[in-house]
């Protein structure tokens, strides 16, 4: 992904499901913080990277499930702006996300917005 949250071992397990008979779909938990120039939630770049996510779905055949503003942290420390739910028809179908035509200008876009971001693998059914 295009910030500094590296890939973790659980891509390589994503591969094993991916390239066998048991591949599923998949909801990724997005916990994302934005950088103050992205103009979060109402700024024009903020915005573009939105839209440019949206089409690289269409691309992948996935969805957006959730997406909602942070209100506040009664327990722990994260500090993070939204949480975006999305749902792809399969593992596979995630790990192709960079093989997209529009994945670049999404790509680019994320970069310029996210500061950090983290993704959590749940169940898809």
């Keep these: ?4 949250a590296p890939w973790t071992d659980d891509v390589e397990t994503m591969r094993v499901i991916a390239e066998s ?7 990724m938990v997005n916990l994302n913080k934005y950088k103050q120039e992205a ?3 109402d700024g024009k770049l903020y915005n573009e990277y939105m839209s440019a996510l949206d089409m690289l779905l269409k691309e ?3 969805e957006k499930k959730f997406q909602y503003p942070v209100s506040g942290q009664p327990v722990g ?10 749902w792809y028809p399969s593992h ?4 192709s996300i960079k093989e997209k035509k529009s ?3 999404n790509f680019e876009l994320r970069g310029m917005c996210i500061e950090t971001a983290v993704l ?3 169940s898809g059914a």
């Design 77 to 86: 420390r994260q500090n993070i702006d939204e949480i975006i739910g999305i």
């Design 21 to 27: 008979d048991n591949d599923r779909p998949v909801l």
């Design 60 to 62: 992948l055949g996935g």
């Design 103 to 105: 994945s670049a200008r």
């Design 92 to 95: 596979k179908a995630f790990l």
């Design 1 to 4: 992904m295009a910030d500094s």
């Design 39 to 41: 103009g979060y939630p």
């Design 120 to 122: 959590h693998r749940v």
